[in-house]
């Protein structure tokens, strides 16, 4: 199987913003930022690319 995914970014690190893609159609047009790595709007805990690389290692050993 061979998968694809797209990262569009704009700005800089702190400020920028940007979406991911993903060829299946789970992450489509999904936004991303330097504060939602580690907050979501609500102030609350979000995730980072590490964490759903992690995610996606585990789930193959499920």
Known sequence: MDRTANA?????LKEGKGTLDTQSGTLKGTPYSFKARFEDESGKSGTNPEELIAAAHAGCYA
């Open 8 to 12: 569009v970014w704009k700005g800089n």
